[in-house]
Nanobody, 124 residues
């Protein structure tokens, strides 16, 4: 199985920055060799969960939601089994629970493993 543990959330003022981390354990060998996708999603109260960013364990391919392009950067450190989400120029509308997810089917759109989430609150 696969375990995902997020950290790095917190309270920050608008315009500030946070870096989220997602430590992965379990089938890491398969992830690397088969090029699983890793994604960040978020869900605000009363809203549906939405895609934020994605990256593969191999290569340099990344993808972002339009709402975060130019402000957020997804990256990975294979040696540390960790995926990061650097969030800059934060806005109140970025407030949400942020989830890390893994896509074993390698479509980049079908995520089957999820973390517990970390809260991000941006004050105005």
């Amino acid at each position: 199985q696969v375990q995902l543990v997020e950290s790095g959330g917190g309270l920050v003022q608008a315009g500030g920055s946070l870096r989220l981390s997602c430590v992965v354990s379990g089938r890491t060998f398969s992830m690397y060799t088969m090029g699983w996708f890793m994604g960040w999603f978020r869900q605000a109260p009363g809203k549906e969960r939405e895609f934020v960013a994605a990256i593969r364990w191999i290569g340099s391919s990344t993808r972002y939601a339009d709402s975060v392009k130019g402000r957020f950067t997804i990256s990975r450190d294979n040696a540390k089994n960790t995926v990061y989400l650097q969030m800059n120029s934060l806005k109140p509308e970025d407030s949400a629970v942020y989830y890390c997810a893994a896509d074993s089917r390698r479509s980049g759109y079908e995520y089957d493993y999820w973390g517990q989430g970390t809260q991000v609150t941006v004050s105005s």
